[in-house]
């Protein structure tokens, strides 16, 4: 049986560079800590709970509207595509896609290379005629396919609204490196769309708290990789909606006065004090259309869903 093959990306994510990066958000005057380390392991497996939930529509809304257009997005991306699927996570999403549109090849990349693997394999099983490849890469900040991939346009397939974890000037990054990648290919992106505070509260903090356990995970997370001392315990989940910024924020709230140590370094949260984890931020039509343009993009075919929760893009 074919094997999925696992290229080695220009890109070395170091140990190192995750401590200098996690440190500076530590020490900084309002603490962060990036998403990306929402993912280990444990978080990969609870955001797919997440996924489950009745609350959290967008990827419920985000898997009837490429259901139900299937085929028009198929034609939009024409034949036989190199699909590259950005985030891959469990893979579940693109799979959905492959009877429609009949990828030539698949690339799923990650920065969780652990979960990846496991996915991407049991993937494979079910889909022996399409080659697959995986990436371990952290393209939060730089996007550079491996030279040994093919060299022929490519369909970037970027769902789940991920590209609102990003700040403007960043997702603006982020999608020209995407056009400049894609030789000519194309984006199929899923973008989550501004709406009532009552339906973002209850996706982002659901009655099991699961989302709660997932933002929490980011500390032992960090523990793991900077050998700090965080207990989970001494925090909480906290959703913050900003109309201002046209966002969901979240947050990790101190329940009482706590000390982190690591490596002979220490911050001391006072209770009420925040570490911000996550933006997710909500677009119009008009504003992604807008962003995708200055991206590069020019051809855009837009499908969204009765109530105007999601919309999925494909851009060219």
Aim: aromatic letters at 10%; glycine letters at 6%.
């Amino acid at each position: 049986m074919q094997k999925p093959v696992f290229l080695e990306s220009q890109q070395v994510i170091s140990t190192q560079n995750l401590v200098t990066e996690i440190e500076a958000g530590l020490l900084a005057e309002s603490a962060t800590i990036a998403p990306k380390f929402l993912y280990d392991g444990l978080g990969a497996h609870l955001f797919t709970a997440i996924t489950l939930l009745p609350e959290y529509y967008p990827t419920a809304v985000e898997t009837e509207i490429l259901l139900q257009y299937k085929n028009e997005i198929a034609t939009a991306l024409g034949n036989d595509p190199i699909l590259i699927d950005l985030g891959a996570g469990d893979c579940k999403k693109a799979a959905r896609l492959f009877e429609s549109i009949k990828p030539l090849s698949y690339v799923a990349i990650d920065f969780s290379v652990e979960y990846l693997k496991e996915a991407l394999e049991k993937l494979q099983s079910q889909y022996a005629d399409i080659p697959m490849y995986g990436i371990g890469m952290d393209f939060s900040h730089t996007l550079k396919l491996p030279e040994t991939l093919s060299q022929t346009p490519r369909t970037f397939f970027y769902p789940g609204s991920s590209i609102g974890n990003f700040l403007p000037t960043e997702a603006h990054a982020l999608l020209t490196q995407i056009k400049r990648e894609a030789l000519g290919g194309g984006l199929l992106i899923g973008v989550d769309l501004m709406k009532a505070d009552r339906v973002l509260r209850a996706a982002y903090d659901d009655p099991l708290k699961i989302t709660a356990a997932f933002n929490l995970n980011i500390l032992r997370s960090v523990n793991a990789i900077i050998a700090a001392n965080f207990d989970v315990s001494h925090f909480c989940h906290k959703v913050v909606i900003n109309h201002s910024k046209e966002r969901v924020e979240l947050y990790l709230e101190a329940l009482r006065d706590t000390s982190v140590s690591w490596h002979g370094k220490q911050r001391l949260f006072k209770k009420g004090e925040l570490i911000h984890t996550e933006n997710s931020h909500k677009y119009s039509i008009a504003s992604i259309q807008d962003l995708l343009n200055r991206s590069g993009f020019q051809a855009l075919k837009t499908w969204t869903d009765p109530e105007q929760y999601f919309a999925v893009i494909y851009a060219k």
